[in-house]
């Protein structure tokens, strides 16, 4: 279990890490919505078969089950609403909103899956938001109430998914990733003009589709199988820590002295909250020896 576990936090860390350079891709492809969507949905779904192939070379990949499906169209819908939230309303805020998904990871947890966190989660996620408020707290009169909205329904659906795929156990759900970039390329086909993006930044494009997108998930989704979706979300928190980083060095688009301060409270509680599991696990595992 101890094992497991540090797996699955490292794991997951290093997916949200790498899923933390979407908003500054999404930036500077500077394409449609849905252009962008098209690809990023083809490309996931080559991407996660490809990795499936190699990974369960004798197994089957897709078998579109309940389990499958459910992750599947839960995907569909965050990929959507963040895409398009980013396009409605700032980066910080759409961050922001993302970033309470772990008290709607616990809530559904709690709720269809009679799993309860332990109060050193509870408080790590309430410290967390609280930095992650400090950061946005001057922000939040230039936001787009319907681009906020859409990112907190980003936020609700990939709880959603995590929970789901907590659900289904030691079951590997990334060939849910392949349905469910199949069907955000359908959708995305026919309301945009894909075959735009390559007047625009298509090398951009290329690096995000092909490598930033389909890394982060495959280890984000193996994340739940390890450790518990409410944890899952809460390490996602990194992404609103280290998002403006990237922004910042690449768009010189310097953070204010909150974001800063509000970011270091988030990473901190993380690396602390980390920590206590870690010797909570290391406790049981010795007791049970």
């Known amino acids: 279990m101890h094992s497991e576990y540090v797996k699955g936090l490292l794991l997951t860390a290093l997916g949200v890490l790498v899923l933390s350079f979407d908003s500054l891709m999404i930036r500077l492809i500077n394409a449609q919505s849905f252009d962008l969507l098209f690809w990023r949905g083809l490309l996931l779904s080559l991407m996660v078969y490809f990795w499936c192939r190699f990974s369960m070379p004798k197994q089957r990949i897709l078998s579109l089950d309940k389990k499958i499906l459910r992750s599947a169209l839960l995907f569909v819908a965050s990929t959507i609403c963040f895409v398009s939230s980013v396009y409605m309303t700032s980066v910080a805020n759409v961050l922001v909103m993302i970033s309470t998904q772990p008290l709607f990871a616990a809530i559904l947890s709690r709720i269809f899956l009679k799993e309860s966190s332990p109060p050193i989660t509870w408080a790590a996620i309430v410290v967390s938001m609280m930095g992650i408020m400090w ?3 001057d922000s939040w009169h230039s936001a787009n109430i319907w681009g906020d909205l859409t990112a907190l329904g980003c936020s ?5 998914k995590f929970v789901s795929d907590r659900e289904a156990g030691s079951r590997n759900m990334t060939p849910a990733l392949i349905v469910a970039g199949a069907i955000t390329a359908a959708i995305s086909g026919a309301a945009g003009h894909p075959l735009d993006i390559f007047s625009t930044g298509w090398g951009w494009m290329l690096l ?5 997108i389909p890394v982060s998930f495959i280890l984000i989704t193996l994340g739940p199988m390890r450790i518990p979706a409410a944890e899952v979300g809460m390490l ?3 992404e609103t820590a280290t998002g403006p980083l990237w922004i910042w060095l690449c768009l010189n688009e ?3 002295q909150r974001a800063v301060e509000g970011g270091t409270v988030v990473v901190t509680t993380l690396l602390l909250h980390g920590a206590v599991k870690w010797k909570m696990n290391q406790s049981q595992l010795i007791q049970h020896s």
Not at 208 to 212: E, K, L, M, S, T
């Open 135 to 137: 950061v946005l707290s």
């Open 156 to 160: 609700v659906a990939l709880a959603g």
């Open 208 to 212: 995000h589709c092909v490598v930033i």
């Open 236 to 238: 996602m928190l990194l």
């Open 254 to 256: 310097i953070p204010s």
